[in-house]
């Protein structure tokens, strides 16, 4: 069974970079497949922030490209997200998933695994 | 890049249908067949219930469907039951790599 646990403080002053790892159990990451993260600001809908393949390949939201750095570690079988220069607006639950691009030669756009999140509160 | 627009609220009596709408524009909904979405119970994971606009992942239950047209795509609930009673969000492919979230649809089992 595959899960994704996410993880990080939960706590973030402004101006400064939040950190999350998101590891994945049950799956080894360099198999294959997309891993993005996701976040919700409270009472909000979700926004992509960014997908990173296994090699490395990465693909970001353009409004937070240039904040947004998401790596992949193999031998950790875990993804991360760094958001630099935070302010409140980037208060949210951030979500890390699988997203299926391709399987059996036919192309998809979709998530089909989510771990619980993880509330990460941007304040002095 | 805009979200997509949902309702915010939608509601139904055990055993109605409820069907949420999902518009986005020409260059997401409209442009691929790359729709898919999410329920979300508080506290879980959000779940897929349908993916490629109609498709459902093995163990959702037919009840759940899905369709588009033009720039809109609808998630319909038939025969609803009290544990539907969630949020749902639609996501669309929106070209060179990305991707759109709605602004999500708090589904009530009245």
């Known amino acids: 069974q595959v899960q994704l646990q996410e993880s990080g403080p939960g706590l973030v002053r402004p101006s400064e970079t939040l950190s999350l790892t998101c590891a994945v159990s049950?799956?080894?990451?360099?198999?294959?497949?997309?891993w993005g993260w996701i976040r919700q600001p409270p009472g909000k809908g979700l926004e992509w922030i960014g997908s990173?393949?296994?090699?490395?390949?990465?693909h970001h939201n353009s409004s937070l490209k240039s904040r947004v750095t998401i790596s992949v570690d193999t031998s950790k079988n875990q993804i991360s997200l760094k958001l630099n220069h935070v302010t409140a607006a980037d208060t949210a639950v951030y979500y890390c998933?699988?997203?299926?691009?391709?399987?059996?030669?036919?192309?998809?756009?979709?998530?089909?695994?989510w771990g619980r999140g993880t509330l990460v509160t941007v304040s002095s | 890049q805009s979200a997509l627009t949902q309702p915010p609220s939608a509601s139904g009596s055990p055993g109605q249908s409820v069907t949420i709408s999902c518009t986005g524009t020409s260059s997401d909904v409209g442009a691929y067949d790359y729709v898919s979405w999410y329920q979300y119970h508080p506290g879980k994971a959000p779940k897929v219930i349908i993916y490629d606009v109609n498709k459902r992942p093995s163990g959702v239950p037919d009840r759940f469907s899905g369709s588009k047209s033009d720039n809109t795509a609808s998630l319909t609930v038939s025969g609803l039951q009290a544990e539907d009673e969630a949020d749902y969000y639609c996501s669309s492919y929106a070209g060179s790599n990305s991707l759109m979230f709605g602004g999500g649809t708090k589904v009530t089992v009245l």
């Open positions: 990173i393949f296994h090699s490395g390949y990465t």
């Open positions: 049950g799956y080894f990451i360099g198999s294959g497949f997309y």
């Open positions: 998933a699988r997203l299926v691009t391709l399987t059996r030669g036919v192309y998809h756009w979709y998530f089909d695994l």
